[in-house]
Structure formats: structure tokens, C-alpha cells
């Protein structure tokens, strides 16, 4: 049998959503055996020292497209899971561990749904204690907001924003809470990108709808006056679906509504081509394949952008990038807290370390980064993934298929708790009448 592994990490500040203590961390064969002040461990156990350093749980990236197949070519960075009809959806989240369904209202004739069909993908899930999740965009309208661009000689890249400005994210994302609401489903919008569609999330969360808004690295860490560079490929590089948003004050808006907890939870939706593959639309903007790169940087990005700048505090960071996502998808305090008996995913950061980022640097297969040139407070010294150090001294420390899937159960108390007392509590009556006895027309 492999030796068992034994981490001490001693001295740091550990950091849960809801308080920090400086706390030793002892772990063994994978699991948090013991959080405390000046632990006794046996001899032989490995020691980090996190002196002046923070322990965080490690994070959860709430949307990624790995290796995805889409407009023709492929996602550089690899693996990815897909899922699609009725039948399909309760067989993988009663026997597969899947709890999360992504609805598509844009890419018309691709995987766009019309109302009817999301009502009856939210019903189901509903049904079978899922999350309904939407990319929020009016595809008729990208549809029409296209054909127009290129009628008046826009090809390039900002024709990809001009063609679906804030409005239409905003009225897709009403809509889907709207249909929602009607079944009573909770609702997570993934990838709100634009303060429109922001503030149409936050509106709804205070009309007491349960609906969770997901923003990402991108749209938290750069914007989307990149598409009007002179440089067609810089430009092509940051086109994904929804756009970013070309005004400039749109990251820092989001910020502060992820710090109020207007918006619930942070991803990447990390889907990356390199400059060869955009390519297949340089003469085109709808045939630029759509996506960009966050998974490496999203950390660093809300740190900088979140806690260095004063909008949240370490606790609010540890709710947005990991908690939060592992409450909303029912594997909390499995994973997302420094605690005893949780999986010992674990990340020694600095908050007062620097790096630029840059794709020279980076560790992503892609071949272009659009955070390029960010400088950053915040840096993982160590990174621990069930209890293995993964990440240390600059230099990875994994093989591919180290990875494990992570089983969810339905029905997360976190999001459906409200939810099945509204259906007890709030089922409509009929009203009890004495039966009209007036006359009726003929007809
Ligand atoms: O542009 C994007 N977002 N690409 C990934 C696919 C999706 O819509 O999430
Ligand atoms: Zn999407
Ligand atoms: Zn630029
Ligand atoms: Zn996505």
C-alpha cells in the first residue's frame, strides 16, 4: 500500500466564508483531519509553514468547456461533459451525480430553445431537484442584429458586440426568470456579462426569486473595448458569448454586485481557441469561434480585482470563488471549507506577492491570454487537491486523469429549501362557489 500522506500546514490564516483564524491544518490520506491552534502531530509528517500566508479552501470553477466541439473547430484546453434531453436528464441525476442542467436561449438553430421547451427543461428540473442553468441571450435577435452588421460592411470582431448589445442579455435573462418563476424551479444565469443583465438578476433575488448569477474572470477583469482594436487578432480574442461589454465601468460594477451578494458565485466558462482557430472568421465575425481563456487566472483576477481593491473582504473571496459553488451544488462541506472531515483541497496563498500575467508564462494550451500584462496581488504557493500537493515552488505536480468527479446529489438544501415550502405553502385554490344558475347564451 502507498505510504499514507501527512500535511501539517502550520501558522496560516485560515480563511472560511464566514471567519478567519490563524489555525494549523493537519491532513491525512486525503481528507482534513484536524483544524486548531498548535496542533500535535506525529513525527515524520510534512510540514508547510503559512506563516503570514492564507489557507483557503481551494477553488471551484463553477463553468468550463473543455475540449469543447463548437462552430466548427474544438476547445484547446481538454475535457468536457455534455448532456441533453428528458429521460437523460433523471437518469444523471439519480444514478450519474449530476445536478446542474445548462439551457441555451442564444445560438439560434444550434441550441437555441424557444420558451415552451425551457419551461418544460426548468419543469424537469424541477422535478428531479436539478439546477436550471441558461446562457441568457435573445437568439432571434443576435439573429437579426448579424444579418444587419454585415449588410452595412461590418465584418470584424466589434461586429460581434454592435449585434447583441446589453438589451438583448437583459431581456433574455427577465424571461428566464420569468419562466422559472412560473414552475417555481430555481434558476442559475450563467456568464452575466453585461450591468443590465446584472441588475435584472439582482432586482429579481430581491423580489425573492431564486435565481443565482454566475459573472466570470472575464467580465470581472477586462471589457469589451477590445473588440474595436486595430489588430484583428487581439480583437478576435476576447469574442465569447455573451460580449464583454465595451463599457469600461462594467468589471467594476460586477465586482461590487458579487461583493453585495446581488451575484452568488464566480466561473470562467473557460473555452479556448487560439489565434488559427478565431481565424476561421476573419472575414466574418459570426464564424469567430466563441470563448476565452480564465480557468488559470480566475483566482488571481478576483483577488486583485475583489479584495486588493477594497470591494470584499478574504471572506466574501472564499464565498464567491469555492463555497458558494459548493453549496449551490450540494457537495458543501465535502468540498469549499477548511473544516474537519472536508476533502483536503487546499491553497497556501500570499495576498502580497505579484505576478503579471501573460500568456508567455501561463500554463494553458491556448495561445493568446486576455488578462495579458495584468498585474495581480495574490499567488498560490502551494495548491493541495485531495491531500496531494499538486502546485508548489512554480512547478505542477499532476498527470492527467488525477482528476475525480465529484458525485451530486438532487435537490441542494442551500437552493431548494425555499423552494418546496413555497410549493407547500403557496399551491393556488380554486374558490369555492355556489354553481351559476343565470342564463347562458345560445351560441
Ligand atoms: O462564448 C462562449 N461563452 N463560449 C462557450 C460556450 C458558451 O456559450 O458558454
Ligand atoms: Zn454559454
Ligand atoms: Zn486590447
Ligand atoms: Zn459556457
Known sequence: MAEPSRILIKGGKVV??????????????????????????????????ATDKLVIPGGIDTHTHMELAFMGTKAVDDFHIGTKVKKEMETLAKEKGVNSFKMFMAYKDVFMLQDSELYAAFAQCKEIGAIAQVHAENGDLIAEGAKKMLSMGIRGPEGHELCRPEEVEAEATQRAITIAHAVNCPLYVVHVMSKSAAKVVADARRDGRVVFGEPIAAGLGTDGTHYWHKDWAHAAGFVMGPPLRPDPSTPAYLMDLLANDDLSVTGTDNCTFSVCQKALGKDDFTKIPNGVNGVEDRMSVIWERGVHSGKMDENRFVAVTSSNAAKIFNFYPQKGRIAKNSDADVVVWDPNLTRRISAKTHHQAVDYNIFEGMECHGIPIVTISRGKVVYEDRQFHVSPGQGKFVHRGPFSEFVYKRIRQRDQVGRPAAVIRKPYEGKVISV
Not at 491532513?27 to 510540514?47: F, M
Open 16 to 49: 472560511n466564508e464566514d471567519c478567519s483564524v490563524i489555525s494549523d491544518v493537519y491532513i491525512e490520506n486525503g481528507k482534513i483531519v484536524e483544524v486548531g491552534p498548535n496542533l500535535q502531530i506525529p513525527a515524520g509528517v510534512r510540514v508547510i509553514n
